[in-house]
């Protein structure tokens, strides 16, 4: 009955959910039959983004799937989980499954475990939903009390949200609770901890890889790869997804370094780079610096300036076609010369509030224009830059 009521939901149009309810009430389905399945398609609909067509079988509660790691991202981390040998994983709160779906497609025997037995429910739902339920064991059950001995490696993924759902930022309110989360490389030496992106360096556990992670330029997630899969001491990667109605997958670049070199210092070139955020994360300025042959403008603002264009993937480029003045009025005056209607402004290095600025500085030109409010060898600038097109793409988004 649910299966039925879950097609019928799902040819319905969307949009409209009181004329869906009514309709599917009409169909012969009870009302609470009715709800939960138009509840249940619009998840689909919404993890579509995460899941691409596995969505549409799938079955999710609105918290699973908002902590769901996106489905290439979690491939991406069962493969290299698979390729440094790892045969049995134990995914120590699984959540809906993303990363326990993932393993199982690499090739990994998983033993899945969440707390909350909805979400190990769900989670069973979808292993079986998408045919892996010979691989995978799910239980609704505390990661604490797990057996480690039959596996050799570890995932652990822990809740960061309270109850009601706000996110938690000290990783000591994380659940299971951050003294058994880094203990675990010291039980099993493959083990990888996923994390928030904001999580401080220093709490790495000791020798681990920090990885952190970005779709399309928004940093989604931090990893700690311990043991011997950490392979570099710090990692940004960067998924930029393929154009959108197109099935190809997303393309993935990575770049590593040491996360405590200090970039070079110059002056303003005739092009700068506004790093990815994973890269910023990462510390690794630097690195990337050194793959355009860049210098910073002042030590303590991630602007990297080149002389010349390198195309690069990990960073926005923009032409910088002049320095601004700083004062309001100056500002507003250059502006209005310039013609500008419309104003994109970055900001890094600076205390201005972005839209009180752009309220006082009343513009109503016919032109659109970036700058970036930062600061160059210690003192307040502004510089007006022009989008170069990123690599590859004929127009650059903004
Ligand atoms: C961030 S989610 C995991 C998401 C999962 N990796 C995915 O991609 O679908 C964290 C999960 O840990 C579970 N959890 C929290 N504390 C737990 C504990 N002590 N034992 C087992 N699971 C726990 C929560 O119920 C939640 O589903």
Known sequence: ??????????????????????????????????????????????????????????????????????????????????????????????????????????????????????????????????????????????????????????????????????????????????????????????????????????????GAEGEWVSVDGDVVEAAAWCGPLAAAPRRATLFQSAPTGSAAAPSVVSLTGNGITAAPVGHIGNFMYDPDGAVVRSHLVAEFAETVDGMLADPTIAYVHTPTYVPTPFGRCYEVLDQLPIALKRLRTALRALDVGSLTILKRGSALDVEELRRSLRLSGSRAAIIALTRVAGAPAVLLLSRVPDPGNAAPSQ
């Open 1 to 206: 009955m649910l299966e039925q009521a879950l097609q019928a939901a799902a040819a319905l149009p969307e949009g409209d959910p009181l004329a869906a309810a009514s309709a599917l009430r009409a169909a012969g389905f009870p009302p609470d039959l009715a709800a939960a399945a138009l509840t249940q398609v619009a998840l689909r609909r919404k993890a579509v983004t995460k899941f691409g067509a596995d969505a549409a079988v799938m079955h999710f509660t609105r918290a699973g799937l908002e902590q769901a790691t996106r489905g290439p991202v979690a491939a991406r981390r069962a493969a290299r989980l698979a390729a440094a040998g790892a045969t049995r994983v134990a995914d120590l709160g699984c959540g809906i499954g993303a990363d326990t779906i993932a393993f199982a497609r690499a090739g990994l025997r998983v033993h899945a475990v969440d707390a909350s037995p909805e979400t190990a429910a769900t989670a069973s739902a979808n292993v079986l939903a998408l045919g892996l339920a010979a691989d995978v064991l799910v239980e609704a059950r505390d990661a604490m009390s797990v057996p480690l001995d039959e596996v050799d490696a570890v995932f652990c993924d822990p809740a960061r949200r309270t109850t009601g759902g706000r996110r938690v930022f000290d990783p000591r309110s994380y659940s299971p609770p951050w003294d058994f989360v880094v203990g675990l490389a010291a039980r099993v030496p493959m083990t990888v901890l996923k994390l928030a992106p904001g999580i401080d360096h220093a709490l790495l556990p000791p």
